[in-house]
């Protein structure tokens, strides 16, 4: 394990307001499958229809039995930890008043006690009812599909293929970015919008790392380290 290169520790040292905007390769440590590498769940899927339509309003509206079985089958770990990363990232959080945008909804990076932290995509476990509303334990969901005092249709709040991601978090998130002097993307490809777009919103002046086994391509200056991102936190200081 290689100790953390002076200058990018000082990068970190140094920055008034960092924002991570990070992906599925952050939950991997946890046990968590991420989604396009060659262990990922839609690389490895052998259903008969591709895995983003299980993760579709098509199949929610249409087949709510597939989709819920889908779901409940491939997406929940609700006995995952958080590893080094969250870990980490969470206490730049508390101490530096740092940002995390995520695109995971796995729910890890609350289990690590995160602060200003937006869920691009939504949390799996935040679950509620379609038809009366209400919010439901997810305990409950994954007991069944159907609200018990009403009788409505469950479902995660996830922003599913087909649907409008949340105002909110883009507002919040594009102000993050545009706030930001250090910009620290870990663990995903960076290839699904509208979130690799956030990276539109820097200001010039903002630095921008990229902590990924897979080497990014940008068209602007930026820092690539291409190792694994549990090492990488492991010996960064906050």
Same mark, same amino acid.
């Given at each position: 394990?290689?100790?953390?290169?002076?200058?990018?520790?000082?990068?970190?040292?140094?920055?008034?307001?960092?924002?991570?905007?990070?992906?599925?390769?952050?939950?991997?440590?946890?046990?968590?499958?991420?989604?396009?590498?060659?262990?990922?769940?839609?690389?490895?899927?052998?259903?008969?229809?591709?895995?983003?339509?299980?993760?579709?309003?098509? %199949?929610?509206?249409?087949?709510? #039995? =597939?989709? @819920?079985?889908?779901?409940?089958?491939? &997406? $929940?770990?609700?006995?995952?930890?958080?590893?080094?990363?969250?870990?980490?990232?969470?206490?730049?959080?508390?101490?530096?008043?740092?940002?995390?945008?995520?695109?995971?909804?796995?729910?890890?990076?609350?289990?690590?006690?995160?602060?200003?932290?937006?869920?691009?995509?939504?949390?799996?476990?935040?679950?509620? %009812?379609?038809?009366?509303?209400? #919010? =439901?334990? @997810?305990?409950?969901?994954?007991?069944? &599909? $159907?609200?018990?005092?009403?009788?409505?249709?469950?479902?995660?709040?996830?922003?599913?293929?087909?649907?409008?991601?949340?105002?909110?978090?883009?507002?919040?998130?594009?102000?993050?970015?545009?706030?930001?002097?250090?910009?620290?993307?870990?663990?995903?490809?960076?290839?699904?919008?509208?979130?690799?777009?956030?990276?539109?919103?820097?200001?010039?002046?903002?630095?921008?790392?990229?902590?990924?086994?897979?080497?990014?391509?940008?068209?602007?200056?930026?820092?690539?380290?291409?190792?694994?991102?549990?090492?990488?936190?492991?010996?960064?200081?906050?």
């Amino acid at each position: 394990m290689t100790a953390i290169d002076p200058k990018i520790q000082s990068e970190f040292d140094n920055a008034k307001h960092i924002v991570f905007l990070t992906g599925a390769g952050v939950s991997t440590a946890s046990g968590i499958p991420d989604y396009r590498s060659k262990n990922g769940l839609y690389t490895n899927d052998k259903s008969d229809k591709p895995a983003e339509y299980y993760l579709s309003t098509d %199949c929610l509206n249409n087949e709510p #039995k =597939v989709f @819920y079985q889908y779901e409940k089958s491939n &997406m $929940y770990y609700p006995d995952a930890k958080p590893n080094v990363i969250h870990e980490k990232q969470a206490a730049f959080t508390q101490r530096r008043g740092a940002t995390v945008v995520t695109q995971n909804i796995d729910s890890l990076y609350r289990k690590a006690g995160t602060k200003n932290l937006i869920e691009f995509h939504g949390n799996l476990y935040n679950v509620y %009812c379609q038809k009366c509303r209400k #919010k =439901v334990d @997810y305990h409950e969901y994954l007991k069944s &599909m $159907y609200h018990r005092n009403c009788g409505g249709v469950l479902r995660p709040d996830i922003v599913l293929y087909g649907e409008g991601l949340n105002p909110s978090a883009i507002s919040m998130s594009v102000s993050a970015v545009s706030n930001a002097d250090l910009i620290v993307i870990v663990g995903t490809s960076f290839r699904v919008y509208p979130f690799a777009g956030l990276i539109d919103y820097r200001t010039q002046n903002a630095k921008v790392l990229a902590i990924n086994e897979e080497k990014l391509d940008f068209a602007f200056p930026f820092t690539m380290i291409k190792e694994n991102a549990v090492d990488f936190f492991d010996q960064l200081s906050v």
